[in-house]
């Protein structure tokens, strides 16, 4: 009786032993990753798990640790060394950890995984009241020279070569927050940061090789983390650049596939064919449109399928956890039509479900105004389809304006004649076309077009032009980091690893100081940046006063037939109204104020908003070549 005794309190004892006491805890060659990397109660989206370990389809699975937690089904790969399990969290979880249990016999170990508490979500996304500066972060300061190269990737710095490292990273952006807030930019957009670990040309990042962590030589996650709060401190928004289209072919799953489809695999290689039009072509063959989404964009990315429910399901959690995580703003999509279109709307409309103020903008890369137009969520369609994309890239605009700014050809090299600004009025003639204004990026150059200064033949007249329209037409005005100061390199044939060029004063031993005030007034005596101060602050003072400009922000647009390479337009709503003149012509002009009458009338004195000085516009007002007059008026 007292062995009996001894033997039931020896069972109840042990039974009050946490589980994962009795488990022992899975080591990295049992258990590879799992991803996502932690979750969150309180979210819309339900949590899938990728498992990867050796053998580990033939584990059995359950949870334990947290009340309202359960597995709710596993799912089999083609490959056996994976594992997807869909995680029930229901209202009554909380935070805390849980152990994720594999048992195969008498073999059983666990994994701890995290849940945190979703945060409130309260924050705005990237809207007409911004103004975005895009950065290549490899190219714009170097804040930690230890990080240049690393251990655990395989492309060292080298800084003199033109698509090589140069060293820019995360710490850098941190660094000069301060600049890009005092010029009047209230949002980032940066290429990407995830890992690129491509032998040749990783400093772009659009060939990703894990879409969980940050490139060891940009920093690491935490500080990414870091970076979006210090940025918030400062009234910038932080928008993520991001890739669904393809990966790298160094991504760790490119040796080790969930799924036989989980990519697109051509043998031979088959690239392409970069007919945008397919994906709403209603004649288009039906092979065709099978090259265009499923060929690689280049050999060294290989084209997702998101026809594979689980890569969306990836996709989509993966695109929610780097908001959660670490406070995003807005994503910037890579590439969009590219993608397999209704599998993409899905995945565009799983993070709005889950954060609605989201906003998501799409390269949709195409001068006509119809084949961009289709791609904006509420689009009416002829084939019924909906992107759920909120935002669409200004292609046709860009290259309306790239084409008025450009002077004249070379004799002998095309026609002579310089950029007519016709071409602009008549773009924007087609804004019917377009299902929402308010959500068009509109942006004269990026990290994948010529430099501006280069398009504008260095002419600074020519760049303050440019600033002028950008900061007061329809849309979220991006601009490219450098442009404030007319980055140029001589040629406008595309050269990217020349164009994505370093901001001087970004590196220790830099010559020229730009980020700083009198970096930029020493500058004057460089042949290459003399006109470099002014044209900053010419643009500092139009963003700064743009931050304000309701009128600008939401305010409807009029515009004039252009006459003699001139330009009118107004903004205005019933309180304000901005007046705008460009003189694209190589002679001063006159601004005929009369024959703008029926918006005019009643309209007294304004203000300059470059100089701040009372104006009254005339008939006789000249505006002198190549240039702009901005005037802001009451109503």
Known sequence: MKKISLLIAAVMAFSVIPLQSRVKEATPEQIVRVEPPCWWTGMKTTLQLLVQGPGISGYDVALSGLDGVSVSKVHKADNPDFLFIDVDIDGTAEAGEFDIIFTKGKEKFRYAYALG??????????????????????????????????????????????????GGDIQGIIDHLDYIADLGATAIWMTPLLEDNARRGSYHGYACADYYNIDSRFGDNALYKEMVDKAHEKGIKVIMDIVTNHCGTEHWWMKDMPFKDWVHMNDPYIGSNHMYSLALDPNASAADRKIMEEGWFSRGMPDMNLDNPYLLKYFQQWAVWWIE??????????????????????????VTDEYPWFNIVGENWNANPDLVAY???????????????????????????????????????????????????????????????????????????????????????????????????RGIPQMFYGDEMMFSIGTTRR????????????????????????????????????????????????????KEKE??????????IPQGNTYAYFRYNDTDLVFVFVNNSDSDAKVTWSRFAEITDGLGEGRDVITGEPVRVTDDTVVPAASALVVEYKR
């Open 325 to 350: 995580y670490s406070g995003l703003d807005g994503f910037r999509v890579d590439t969009y039509f590219y993608n397999e279109k209704v599998p993409m709307s899905y995945w565009c409309k799983a």
């Open 551 to 560: 009128v600008i922000h939401s305010g409807k647009t009029m515009h004039f």
């Open 117 to 166: 508490t979703k945060s409130s979500g309260d924050r705005k996304s990237f809207s007409t009241s911004d103004v975005i500066y895009l950065i290549v972060p490899d190219r714009f300061a170097n804040g930690d020279p230890a990080n240049d190269s690393t251990e655990d990737t395989v492309e060292d710095a080298s800084r003199e070569t033109p698509m090589g490292r140069h």
């Open 375 to 473: 791609w904006q969520s509420g689009n009416p369609n002829p084939d019924g389809f909906d992107s759920h994309l909120p935002s669409i890239m200004d292609f046709p605009l860009r290259d309306a304006v790239n084409n008025a700014l450009a002077p004249a050809a070379e004799e002998g090299r095309g026609p002579s004649r310089q950029g007519d600004i016709s071409v602009v009025y008549n773009t924007l003639a087609r804004d019917f076309q377009y299902h929402d204004l308010d959500k068009m990026l509109l942006f004269w150059s990026n990290h994948d077009t010529p430099r501006l200064g280069d398009i504008v033949g260095n002419d600074y007249g020519k760049m303050k032009i440019a600033f002028a329209m950008l900061a007061t037409m």
């Open 495 to 546: 050269d990217d690893g020349r164009l994505r060029m370093d901001f001087p004063g970004g590196w220790d031993g830099d010559a020229l100081d730009l980020f700083t005030e009198e970096g930029r007034a020493a500058a004057v005596a460089d042949s290459t940046f003399s006109g470099a101060a002014e044209l900053h602050d010419y643009v500092r003072t139009l963003l700064n006063w743009r």
